[in-house]
């Protein structure tokens, strides 16, 4: 047996790697259709980052506050199919096995059709080192990796806006001023979200060129049916029929709630260095980026 068909732990690997609010969530909504395409009922695993950035990610007490939260009692007797709730559960108790380790991460893809690629989209995988990527392929038979850029000013305000309404607490974009808004979006959990440059950096010090496919939500919403196409010729796949409602649709939108006029100006020489960052790395950035 040669090192190319040598067995590996977790075979064809397709992970995405945000930006947060940035359309990771409307891919996998499309992509999941794909029948060469095995996602678990958990878009975001969070695996890799629990392993090389921080072991809490998945604790038991975290992984229990999940699997209760949106596995355990979400479906309704009258009207749930017992089969999906039987496959659920059964995902749940791979999901909450021990240890957490790589065979507990290959153990939550099943691939029940015989799928190609398993598919885990975490954008927390944007801000692992790069000497994680190399770990992460030699583990696999063949690595895919995506990572998704929008405005960043349209996305730093729609990441705002989702933290805040989850959190419950969007009535303070009502009462703070622009300097308390400033501080909170320059949080650790929040800012690193906008550092495109930083995280092509990384992705692509620890990725070689045919594993790594940057891509622009613009694009996405402009042409959806283009950029799927790119993706599916990417991971090498047969292009799939995809319902054009599906293809049309906004998901996870945050609230609707205008941004200021003052917001643009808080990050305006952050936007300008971000911008030729991505520029740095060879990508043309789309022309709304730089009205």
């Known amino acids: 047996m040669t090192a190319q068909n040598a067995p590996t732990v977790f075979g064809h690997l397709f992970l995405s790697a945000g930006a947060m609010k940035a359309g990771t969530t409307w891919l996998y909504s499309v992509l999941e259709q794909h029948p060469e395409l095995h996602f678990t009922p958990e878009k975001e695993l969070h695996y890799f980052y629990h392993r090389y950035v921080d072991d809490r990610q998945l604790s038991d ?4 506050r999940l699997a209760k939260e949106r596995y355990l ?23 909450l096995s021990r240890p957490v380790d790589d065979l507990w991460y290959r ?8 799928e190609l690629y398993a598919c885990d989209f975490s954008n927390l995988y944007a801000h692992l080192p790069k000497e994680a990527w190399p770990r992460i392929r030699a583990g ?45 979006m320059r949080r650790d959990f929040l800012w690193p979200n906008a550092e495109y440059g930083a995280a092509l950096r990384r992705m692509r010090a620890g990725l070689p060129e045919e594993c790594f496919l940057p891509l622009f939500y613009e694009d996405m ?6 950029v799927l196409r790119r993706i599916e010729s990417f991971l090498g796949l047969d292009p799939a029929s995809y319902p054009e409602a599906l293809i049309n649709r906004q998901v996870n939108a945050s609230a609707s709630i205008p941004m200021p006029d003052f917001f643009p100006a808080l990050v305006a020489k952050d936007v300008a260095r971000i911008i030729a960052e991505v520029r740095a790395e060879g990508l043309e950035v789309p022309e709304s980026w730089t009205r």
């Not at 153990?107 to 015989?114: A, H, V």
């Not at 405005?151 to 308390?180: A, Y």
């Open 61 to 64: 007490p975290a992984r229990l």
């Open 73 to 95: 009692e979400r479906f309704d007797p009258e009207r749930a199919n017992p089969d999906r709730v039987r496959a659920n559960l059964h995902w749940v108790a791979a999901y």
């Open 107 to 114: 153990g939550l893809f099943t691939r029940p059709r015989g």
């Open 140 to 184: 696999c038979s063949r690595l895919r990796v995506i990572y998704t850029m929008r405005h960043p000013v349209k996305r730093l305000w729609s990441h705002v806006k989702f933290h805040l309404q989850v959190t419950g607490q969007l009535e303070k974009l009502d009462q703070w001023s622009p300097e308390e808004l400033n501080r909170f």
């Open 221 to 226: 919403r402009s042409e959806p049916l283009a």
